[in-house]
Nanobody
Framework: VQLQASGGGSVQAGDSLRLSCTPSGRTFNRDSMGWFRQAPGKEREFVAAMDWSGTNTGYADSVKGRFTISRDNARNTVYLQMNSLTPEDTAVYYC?????????????????????WGQGTLVTVSS
């Protein structure tokens, strides 16, 4: 099972990017999915999550109102739309799948509760 994250790049502050995550090897239509990021010298942090139905979402305070997570189960793909990017958003972004706990704020923020991870895609935002 692999998760292929793509869509990263180098942009200017205020620009937008859309990340995609496409799993291979299994279908994730019944799984909660998440996005995390890790900046140089920092720990991996939660960014956004969505339950399997797409009905419920959660966001880190730092991205709320700027980032939107979505999914297309027909395409087995999860997206992260990132608007109004700032240099503080610079990081490697990882998608995660198969949250092995109930979809709650205390759970979907924990990297250890996801069974599958992608290889990461780099987002660099310059001022």
């Amino acid at each position: 099972v692999q998760l292929q994250a793509s869509g990263g790049g180098s942009v200017q502050a205020g620009d937008s990017l859309r990340l995609s995550c496409t799993p291979s090897g299994r279908t994730f239509n019944r799984d909660s999915m998440g996005w995390f990021r890790q900046a140089p010298g920092k720990e991996r942090e939660f960014v956004a999550a969505m339950d399997w139905s797409g009905t419920n979402t959660g966001y880190a305070d730092s991205v709320k109102g700027r980032f939107t997570i979505s999914r297309d189960n027909a395409r087995n793909t999860v997206y992260l739309q990132m608007n109004s990017l700032t240099p503080e958003d610079t990081a490697v972004y990882y998608c995660a799948a198969n949250l092995r706990a109930s979809f709650s704020s205390s759970n979907f923020r924990q990297p250890a509760l996801y069974n599958y991870w992608g290889q990461g895609t780099l987002v660099t935002v310059s001022s």
